[in-house]
């Protein structure tokens, strides 16, 4: 389906994933609606992606960790356009620990409060948009992590299981609304993810011969 003047949600859309997304999509002629916690980031973003695709691309800062300032940024893009085509659900993060080694109860809580709760809410929120243009596309990164399990995810996993989870549900829940449900199940790719979720490399090297 082409992208075309189509609006779509990126949250996460900084760095990383979320950026070469927001290119792609760009490139693609659709309009984007992005979100991150650096304002600094997105505004540079924002300027790459206008000169480069004269595509109408607007930002909202947000730390998805605060549920509140998430529903803020996300009523905000709904009164800012007419229509809202897909949101795609990239933010997240992750610790790497042995369960036995986990110290941060926080680590754990914050996995679930930005990877599971969220994106729950986020979806939620925008689910009425959706229904009334009977038309709609989510799309939920989530990870093999959450198919396959390795030594020092478990907590991480679980988060992503709980995506994987939500989306076969929801995909079903909505299916006669005409809104379709994605979830897309990543490997470990090289961005700056595991620059905070194994600084010491021995998880990348461990699932790079699996």
């Known amino acids: 389906m082409t992208l075309k003047d189509k609006t779509i949600i990126v949250t996460g859309a900084s760095s990383g994933i979320g950026e070469r997304l927001a290119h792609q999509i760009a490139s693609q002629g659709g309009n984007l609606l992005l979100t991150a916690r650096s304002e600094e980031k997105l505004t540079n973003l924002q300027t790459e992606l206008k000169e480069l695709y004269s595509i109408d691309c607007r ?3 947000a730390d998805l960790l605060d549920l509140n300032a998430w529903k803020s ?13 897909a949101i795609i659900n990239n933010a997240g993060f992750g610790i790497f620990d042995k369960v036995e080694e986990e110290s941060k109860w926080e680590d754990t809580e914050n996995m679930f409060r930005l990877n599971v709760f969220a994106l729950i ?24 992590a959450g198919k396959i399990s390795t ?3 478990a907590s991480y996993a ?22 379709y449900v994605t979830s897309v ?13 194994d600084p ?8 790079s011969n699996i």
Do not use: C
Not at 73 to 85: E, G, T
Not at 158 to 179: M, Q
Not at 185 to 197: D, M, S, Y
Not at 200 to 207: E, H, I
């Open 59 to 61: 930002i909202y800062k």
């Open 185 to 197: 199940n990543l490997g470990p790719v090289a961005t700056n993810f595991f620059h905070v979720a």
């Open 121 to 144: 809410q986020g979806i939620q929120q925008l689910l009425p948009h959706f229904i009334s243009n009977r038309a709609g596309h989510i799309v939920n990164i989530a990870s093999q």
């Open 73 to 85: 940024a996300l009523n905000k893009m709904i009164s800012d356009v007419p229509r809202i085509d």
């Open 158 to 179: 679980a988060t992503k299981h709980a995506v994987i989870g939500f989306s076969n549900a929801l995909r079903l829940e909505v299916e006669d609304y005409g809104i």
């Open 151 to 153: 030594p020092k995810s």
């Open 200 to 207: 010491s490399g021995t998880y990348q090297k461990s699932v």
